[in-house]
């Protein structure tokens, strides 16, 4: 079709089919926005985002990829007048403000994460093995309360990370404003056609090449490389192969800055301390930006802990991934942003990262919850895990006594520090709360018991808390950090 996308003039804002692989190496025609267009060779190249479709599916396509028979020119839209007078533009399409690090922390700007009525202390659930679990509402004020699951189809906006919509619980909150306290935003009215279109192509990074999938606030001298350079110990980033060979002449890292806190094998897990090593958390929140959405924080990194996962060989540490957490949580945020690198995913890596900021969760004595909204594959990730600790706990029950063994909302949420919304959200997910003869009851079908041991059998690795060497820090006594 290239003949006839020559002959009509496509502009940005166009949208039209257009010719895509999917995983099953399959062709299909999504329909996709023009987000840009250039010229090389004489030869013109269109930026294509696949409508309903993640982000990180963005590419350049050639014209013969295009089916202009469908072709649907942007409508034009009023311009609004602003307060001076001036026109403003059009919805959806913010006046550019150039690329820039997020603002700093701000007291007051967290977004709201409300909880559930059913998450009050004393509810309590009472278990029959594997197939009725009696629930015991007793609150405080002895008056029983109804834990009402959340009703199926709502869905609200979640996109760091992902370009859609997630289907998520209610009991997961909706940030009322956009978040700019830790690293994650909730509306897009404010991307900038910059930043919506990945900068970088290609990542060398040790032995391995990485495709970003999303825009990195690089110097815009490095974006037109073919492969930008980083060196895998201190994340430095550098315009060619020779740089790189030059610099770890000099560089003495092999492994990240910081104290090693964690090792089990060749597992190890460093705590770097954001505003004494910044220039490796910048580097870290740069190389993260590739495959987060939304990540807004990339040069403010004092308020940041940032616990680097590494995998040993004779070469030295080698990052598997990582994830960041606030000094101080207002709202027990135990992590800020997660990510497993795209070479270490679908491994048992990205479980791993979640399992140790619980484990620091339970150090610290707190329960602890990720900032939302949650990108498409924290989402998945963050379900898993719930979803594996929460009945871990429960089919470890025995009877007491021949009675059977009851355990709270409390409990479970203090044995895994998984926090009381979260734990209500799970059990809800999983479909295992049911109102039976005026009680509520769980319903744990054999289904449900077989799905989990396959899924525990496939799970090898573990964090050990024997392994673990962390003293909790109270940062609030330490001034400015």
Known sequence: MADSAASVEIVEGCRLPVLRKNQENEDEWPLAEILSVKDIAGRKLYYVHYIDFNKRLDEWVTPDRLDVKKLQFPKKEAKTPTKNGLPGSRPGSPEREGV???????????????GRAASQSGESFSWLWRSVLTLLSSPQNGTARRLIPSQPGRKRKANC??????????????????????????DRSHDDIVTRMKNIDCIELGRHRLKPWYFSPYPQELTALPILYLCEFCLKYLKSLKCLQRHLTKCNLRHPPGNEIYRKGTISF???????????SQNLCLLAKCFLDHKTLYYD???????????????GFHIVGYFSKEKESTEDYNVACILTLPPYQRRGYGKLLIEFSYELSKVEGKTGTPEKPLSDLGLLSYRSYWSQTILEILMELKPDNGERPQITI??????????????ISTLQYLNLINYYKGQYILTLSEDIVEGHERAMHKRHLRIDPKCLHFTPKDWSKRGKW
């Open 100 to 114: 820039r690090a997020a603002p700093a922390p701000q007291d007051g700007q967290a977004g709201s994460v409300p």
């Open 161 to 186: 990370g992902g370009g859609d919509e997630d289907s998520q619980d209610s009991s997961d909150g909706v940030p009322t404003a956009p978040r700019m306290t830790g690293s994650l935003v909730s």
């Open 270 to 280: 460093f705590e770097i301390d954001g505003r004494k090593n910044k220039t490796y």
């Open 301 to 315: 990194t004092d308020p940041f802990l940032f616990y680097v996962m590494t995998e040993y060989d004779a070469k």
């Open 410 to 423: 409390n409990e479970i949420s203090e044995l895994t520090s998984v926090k009381k919304e979260d734990v």
